[in-house]
């Protein structure tokens, strides 16, 4: 069993993967068309013979690129990247949901293991830190930048 990885036309990597998905092949194992990984769809399967025939009938697959991928390649896109990645102290962010949406304020301390930031508001009269998720802030300015 091996992994493979199979061109696609750009922006339909989702399709050509629940479209290869949908075959209920025996022998193709897995499918994984990851969002950083343009044109192209992973595949586990037992060999190219099995995948070139399962890819006959569906558009926008291109081709197979030549070549095996290992496990250790490809498993950096099975892990989620943390909400909070790129997102450091003394960054300005806007909440985008919850209770204070649309409000703006200043990163005070992340909590990675939770994918939790606290920020404090700048338009409160009373400094208060206010936790959040990592989903529910965009940063508006970096002090890294």
Do not use: C, W
Request: charged share 30%.
């Amino acid at each position: 069993m091996s992994i493979y990885a199979v061109k696609t036309t750009a922006s339909q990597e989702q399709t050509v993967a629940s479209m290869i998905a949908n075959r209920e092949e025996k022998k193709v194992h897995a499918v994984l068309a990851p969002e950083s990984l343009t044109s192209y769809v992973m595949v586990e399967a037992e060999d190219t013979g099995v995948l070139e025939r399962v890819l006959e009938d569906i558009p926008h697959a291109r081709s197979i690129v030549p070549g095996e991928s290992s496990i250790t390649e490809v498993e950096h896109f099975l892990s989620p990247k943390p909400d909070v990645e790129g997102i450091a102290e003394g960054d300005i962010v806007e909440l985008i949901a919850g209770p204070f949406k649309g409000e703006k304020a200043q990163v005070q301390r992340i909590d990675e293991g939770k994918d939790q930031v606290t920020v404090e508001l700048y338009e409160a009269t009373v400094p208060i830190p206010v936790t959040v998720r990592g989903d529910q802030i965009r940063v508006l300015d970096s002090d890294e930048r």
